[in-house]
């Protein structure tokens, strides 16, 4: 089965720190990505990488940053975490190129930014 | 740019009723569509994809979704529910632009009530 793993489940964070959001894969994927969800928004694209050392902006990158050094890990960054980024923050993996190929998640980052 | 419409916030079903939640897609091309779950404290599941084919598609747990290219729709069904389908499900289209998979763009989600 493929695995996404993120590093907490839980965070609590207080304005203006930098924080790492970090995401594992464990099935080869070139392609990961970051949302967030927020309640009545949905799942928001963050960014997107689809190869090593690559990455695009994805719906509402402001905010955020992220680095994808290694296939499998692909870490979101928020340079000074605001209140407003407080949500869900959930990543994802899928092989092959097109958009056609499943999307597989993980469980979820639920960050607090007080 | 691509968009999902869910029109229903929440759903009450009973259990062993039949179950429709609605999705319309705007998308210029085909698109590729999915429909994912996500039930309480967990991440989120595939249930089923349509890529191209058969508009009819089946997918886990007893879910089956139908593409209406003019109505442009993709509507999930199950003929009889169940107290564990409780749950948000979400619509969802992928795109392509060129530069490799994008990233899928979601509905803001149904919200599945299931009364005993």
């Known amino acids: 089965d493929v695995k996404v793993t993120q590093s907490s489940r839980y965070l609590v964070k207080r304005t203006g720190e930098k924080v790492f959001l970090e995401c594992v894969q464990d099935?080869?994927?070139?392609?990961m990505f970051w949302y967030r969800q927020d309640p009545g928004l949905g799942l928001r694209l963050i960014y997107f990488s689809y190869d090593v050392k690559m990455k695009e902006k994805g719906d509402i990158p402001e905010g955020y940053s992220v680095s994808r050094e290694k296939k499998e890990r692909f870490s979101l960054i928020l340079e000074s975490a605001s209140t407003n980024q407080t949500s869900m923050y959930l990543c994802?993996?899928?092989?092959?190129?097109?958009?056609?190929?499943?999307?597989?998640f993980g469980p979820g980052t639920r960050l607090t930014v007080t | 740019a691509q968009s999902v419409t869910q029109p229903d916030i929440h759903i009450t079903v009973s259990e062993g009723a039949s179950l429709e939640l609605r999705c319309n897609y705007s998308y210029g091309a085909t698109p590729y569509l999915f429909w994912y779950v996500q039930s309480p404290g967990q991440g989120l599941q595939l249930l089923l994809k349509?890529?191209?084919?058969?508009?009819l598609v089946q997918g886990i747990k007893g879910f089956e979704a139908e593409f209406k290219r003019s109505q442009s729709s993709f509507n999930l069904r199950k003929p009889s529910v169940h107290w564990s389908d409780a749950a948000e499900y979400f619509c969802a289209v992928a795109a392509y632009s060129g530069g490799g998979a994008d990233g899928l763009t979601f509905g803001k989600g149904t919200h599945l009530i299931i009364q005993p």
């Open positions: 099935m080869d994927h070139e392609n």
């Open positions: 349509y890529f191209s084919g058969d508009t």
């Open positions: 994802a993996s899928s092989s092959g190129s097109r958009g056609r190929y499943e999307q597989y």
